[in-house]
Every structure is written in C-alpha cells, then in structure tokens.
C-alpha cells in the first residue's frame, strides 16, 4: 500500500507555495505586498512649486525606510526632491551631481524642470560670478531641453603673472561687473556664449587661467542679455536658471513601462534598480498592477485538489 502524507502539513505547504513570494537573490528586490501611500502623495506642494510623480520628496524616502524597513522612492530615483523651510520661505531643491539647485517650476505636460543652481540664489551680488561647478547628472532620468538649451563659459584666474597682458581680442568678453563688488586685485575673469567661443580661444584661454566652468543657460535668455552678458548681465542669466527634461521609459520590455502602462508607479532603490510598481489600493505589483479580471482569471486557471479555503485555486 501506498503511504500517505499527512494532510494538515501538505496543505499548509501548498499554502506557503501558492501566497508566499520567491526571495531568490537579494532579499531587497522585492518589496512588501502593500505600502504607506500617505508617503508617497499624488501631489504635494512645496512653496509654489508642485511635486507629483515621477518626482518625490525625500521625506517619503526616510519615512519608508523607518517604517518598512525598505528604502524605495515613490518615483525615478534621481528626481527626489527637498522641501527646505517651512512657511512663505518653503523652497523645492534638487541634487544633480553633489550640487543643490533650486526648482523654479515643474511643468509636466512638456515633462520640463526648470532650476538655478543654488550659489547664483544666494550668493550673487559678487564679481567674478560664483560660478564655481560644472552641471552634471545621470542622463538615464534626465536630458538637455534641445529647444531652448545654450551654454555659458567662464573663465577665472586669468593672466594674473606679472607682465601678462588680456590680448585685444579677448576684451569683449572680460567680465566688467558695473555696480557688483570686486575684490582689489582680482584676476581677470571671461565669459562666452557658445557661439562666441572657438577651440582656438578655449585653447589659449585655459594656458591662461587658473579654471574654467560651462554651465546650462535659456536660449531665450542669452539673447535678450547679449549684448552685457560681460558687464554683469550673466548674473541675471543664471538667476533665470535652465531647463531639463526628464525621460519617460519607452522600452516596452521594461518593467517600469509595465508599471506606468498598467496605472501604476515605479519605486525604485539606491541602487537605481526597480523594487515594484505602486498600485492603487495601497497594492504592490511586481512588475505591473493586476486588474481585477486578470487576477480572477489567473485564480480560474490554477486547480486545487486539497481544499475550497485556497482563494488563490479552484476546486476541480
């Protein structure tokens, strides 16, 4: 005769089997069944700027990760944004790079970021300029507007040796702050538009000076400011800040395609890697949220031979 298991310990492995998800791997790729969706806001405001996803803000991020136990962001990783002071000086800050920019507006229906890096907000009213950084980022969540996108160039330090001269060429672009202070002494500093600028006098130029930076400016911007850009008309430039876009994932075998496709949001982790989709109903979906017909249809598809108590199979 043929033995037989006993059925208490068959059904509850056929249970385990059925409702406890795989954690082959890291134990952090999967997140919970359910979230705090109190931590991930549709929409929130900060100042007068408002935050809705693909951005998040960062309070999210410690909040899930104190109470969870996971750290995933309610939306692309690198758009995580901080709300600094509290009241009518409210302010949206960003991180690209290791450097703080202000966000000025989001506009989402050109999926369009606008920011002024933070030393031009609150330590302008200098010259040189305290330009003192190139703009960096992960072009995977972010690109250049190519409509509106120019550049500047400064150079600082420059022909600052004794006998060194500022060839004639060069004296348009000599910065010249009128009514900004200018510390005594100071080395002579430059700035250039792209179209102004050349590989020969880029090439001269950093013979010459101690550094050089290029930075991100509104087209529009530049050109209204052309003609005093070196009299101290950069400051304003850089005040009215830059524009970028943010990619939305277009790869259908993505799983984040799946996860917007299907209504829902990507979480991502540190690491950049997707975690899950949030769903509605406080719901997890690994990778798309399921509706209710396909959930019932995968239960109708699944036999049970050992018990009715299984929502997850059918009796045959």
Known sequence: MAAHLPLLPLLLFLFLVVHVPASHGNPAALLPTTYNDSMCSDSVTCGTVSISYPFYLSNGIRETANHSGYYYSCGYTDLEISCLDEGPNETPVIRLGGHDYTVKNIIYDSSTIILVDNDMLYDSARCPPTVSHNVTFDYKWLRYNSSSYDNLTFFF?????????????????????????????????????????????????ASHCDENFTVPVQR?????????????????????????????????????????????????????????????????????????????????????????FLASCHLL
Not at 254 to 262: F, I, L, M, V
Request: net charge neutral; glycine share 12%.
């Open 157 to 205: 330090g420059c022909y600052s040796k004794p006998g060194d001269r500022v060839p004639p060429d060069f004296d348009k672009y000599q910065i010249n702050c009128s009514g900004l202070p200018s510390p005594q002494g100071s080395p002579t500093s430059f700035v250039f538009t792209d179209e102004e600028l050349g590989t020969a006098q880029d090439y001269k130029l």
């Open 220 to 308: 529009d911007v530049v050109m209204e400011y052309e003609y005093m850009l070196a009299r101290g008309g950069y400051v304003d430039v850089l005040k009215m800040g830059f524009e970028l876009e943010w990619n939305r994932v277009t790869k259908e075998k993505d799983q984040c395609y799946r996860c917007e496709g299907s209504g829902g949001r990507c979480a991502y982790g540190q690491s950049k890697a997707f975690l899950g989709c949030l769903c509605s109903g406080r719901k997890v979906g690994n990778p798309e949220c399921k509706s209710k017909s396909s959930v019932l249809s995968w239960h109708s598809s699944t036999p049970c031979r050992v018990g009715s």
